[in-house]
T-cell receptor, first 119, second 113 residues
Framework: ETGVTQSPTHLIKTRGQQVTLRCSSQSGHNTVSWYQQALGQGPQFIFQYYREEENGRGNFPPRFSGLQFPNYSSELNVNALELDDSALYLC??????????????????FGEGSRLTVL | DQQVKQNSPSLSVQEGRISILNCDYTNSMFDYFLWYKKYPAEGPTFLISISSIKDKNEDGRFTVFLNKSAKHLSLHIVPSQPGDSAVYFCAASWTGIGNQFYFGTGTSLTVIP
């Protein structure tokens, strides 16, 4: 069974630039969510994708956007980077509940994260 | 507004003794709780979960207790081992909102050999 993989592991950008982070979900998982973990904080929910559509969003501005592809992999895009965007970005995948819907709440399986530094 | 709180940033315990990590929450809608362990430069690893229909769940050395009236949960690790040294996060959600979990700020556990 293949776990959640993320790329790149580290990257440095300057303020105002744009970044794309990538995630491959765990085998058999069709729901992907993204979290931001700032230094000294717990992960904070950005959004969730199910069947290629955003399904649930946290308190993040529209310059945070994403995609999910037919193979359930996902991208997180951040435009107009700000210094406060410096953080560890975590992708998590989960399976599907018996109801077959995106509302299933269960264990999250995280990747190792992408460390973004904005200068 | 921090809906899940871990008020102890750090905890040190002797090897073989019990480690107790605490977590408080404010949102009464939460009905599903998770504990994660995180090593430096790695993603969080799932440890144990509990739903609000239970007040206790065990998995080997790890036991989670839930006190709904107090909006409090705790993770007990017995016996503690040096390999347990990591940051522990509790997370909460409610059934039906998918992967939207609210995380605490973490407790750094050090198990002293």
């Amino acid at each position: 069974e293949t776990g959640v993989t993320q790329s790149p592991t580290h990257l440095i950008k300057t303020r105002g630039q744009q970044v794309t982070l990538r995630c491959s979900s765990q085998s058999g998982h069709n729901t992907v969510s993204w979290y931001q973990q700032a230094l000294g904080q717990g992960p904070q929910f950005i959004f969730q994708y199910y069947r290629e559509e955003e399904n649930g969003r946290g308190n993040f501005p529209p310059r945070f956007s994403g995609l999910q592809f037919p193979n359930y992999s996902s991208e997180l895009n951040v435009n107009a980077l700000e210094l406060d965007d410096s953080a560890l970005y975590l992708c998590a995948s989960s399976g599907q509940g018996s109801d077959g819907g995106s509302s299933y709440t269960g264990e999250l399986f995280f990747g190792e994260g992408s460390r973004l530094t904005v200068l | 507004d921090q809906q899940v709180k871990q008020n102890s940033p750090s905890l040190s315990v002797q090897e073989g003794r019990i480690s107790i990590l605490n977590c408080d929450y404010t949102n009464s809608m939460f009905d599903y709780f998770l504990w994660y362990k995180k090593y430096p430069a790695e993603g969080p690893t799932f440890l144990i979960s509990i739903s609000s229909i239970k007040d206790k769940n065990e998995d080997g050395r790890f036991t989670v207790f839930l006190n709904k009236s107090a909006k409090h949960l705790s993770l007990h690790i017995v016996p503690s081992q040096p390999g347990d040294s990591a940051v522990y996060f509790c997370a909460a959600s409610w059934t039906g909102i998918g992967n939207q979990f609210y995380f605490g700020t973490g407790t750094s556990l050090t198990v002293i050999p």
